[in-house]
């Protein structure tokens, strides 16, 4: 409720208690367990065949599985890509091995993610900056596809982000674009979107499939964040990863959000 309360009426003030937050989980997550820090997706109880994972990858299944259904719309091949709110660095290393674009740039607001990152991840092509995704430094026309993945919740100002997408973007680029919003800023945010100016090629409520991935993966981040988060921190942390903060262990929860995804073009 404090959360809800802060975000709305002082976007800025939680947009700088949320790069705090992410500081820390860098700092806190000594043994590199959180290279992902999203809700999850999972299509398996729809009757879908799970993605084939390598056997090191199957800890980090459903939050790449989000990465996944981001990514598998649209064609790779010589794409150069940029990530905006790229955290640290999971799906970014993710689709550069899984679909192998021909560069693929993350930026974050969070230095110590760029830095871990930067140490992370060793793979011709990939880069990772630091950077604030209401004022992107990259030329207009640099990028065939802009990724953004459960981060535009925590920007002050999302037509800023938008409006830099767009300008980004090469003409035909894709816009592959997945988040959530409180059910009653589902249709302003909508129609944000629409007024982007890119076409929409693809939109879809995947709340289901993230609400069943979060509690498929409930116990792996229960586990997380008592071996990472001091005590007193825990029930913030629970509440930010979807858990109820008084019972960890209840079925996780969104909180009435809607968590959405979609494919936008620029043409
Ligand atoms: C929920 S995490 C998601 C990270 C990553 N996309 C993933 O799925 O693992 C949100 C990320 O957004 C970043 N972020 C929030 N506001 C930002 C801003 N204004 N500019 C750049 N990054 C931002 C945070 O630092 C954090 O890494």
New binding site residues.
């Given amino acids: 409720m404090l959360n809800k309360l802060l975000f709305h009426r002082f976007p800025n003030i939680k947009?700088w208690l949320?790069?705090l937050q992410?500081?820390m989980?860098s700092s806190l997550d000594k043994d590199k367990n959180a290279?992902?820090?999203?809700f999850g997706y999972t299509a398996h109880h729809q009757g879908n065949d799970p993605i084939s994972l390598e056997q090191d990858e199957e800890i980090h299944r459903y939050?790449m599985q989000?990465?996944h259904h981001v990514a598998k719309h649209i064609e790779w091949q010589n794409v150069d890509a940029l990530?905006?709110?790229?955290?640290?660095?999971?799906?970014a290393s993710f689709i550069m091995r899984h679909f192998k674009p021909k560069s693929y740039t993350g930026?974050?607001?969070?230095t110590r993610?760029i830095e871990f990152c930067r140490e992370q991840y060793n793979l011709d092509g990939l880069k990772f900056h630091h950077?604030?995704?209401?004022d992107l430094i990259f030329p207009d026309n640099s990028f065939d596809v802009v990724v953004?993945?459960?981060?535009?919740?925590?920007?002050?100002n999302i037509n800023k982000?938008f409006e830099h997408v767009k300008r980004v973007l090469k003409p035909n680029g894709y816009f592959l674009y997945t988040d959530l919003r409180y059910e009653e800023k589902v249709a302003i945010w909508h129609a944000q979107l629409k007024n982007m100016g890119l076409k929409l090629v693809h939109e879809e409520d995947i709340t289901d499939n993230v609400l069943k991935a979060m509690e498929l993966d409930r116990e792996r981040r229960v586990a997380l964040v008592n071996k990472y988060v001091p005590a007193i921190l825990r029930k913030q942390f629970y509440h930010f990863a979807g858990l109820t903060p008084n019972s960890p262990n209840a079925l996780p929860h969104l909180d009435n959000r809607r968590y959405w995804y979609f494919v936008l073009q620029k043409v």
């Fill in positions: 947009s949320t790069r992410y500081e989980i290279i992902f820090m999203n939050p989000l990465y990530e905006v709110s790229s955290g640290r660095g999971g799906g930026v974050d607001f969070s993610a950077g604030n995704a209401e953004n993945v459960e981060a535009s919740l925590y920007y002050p982000f």
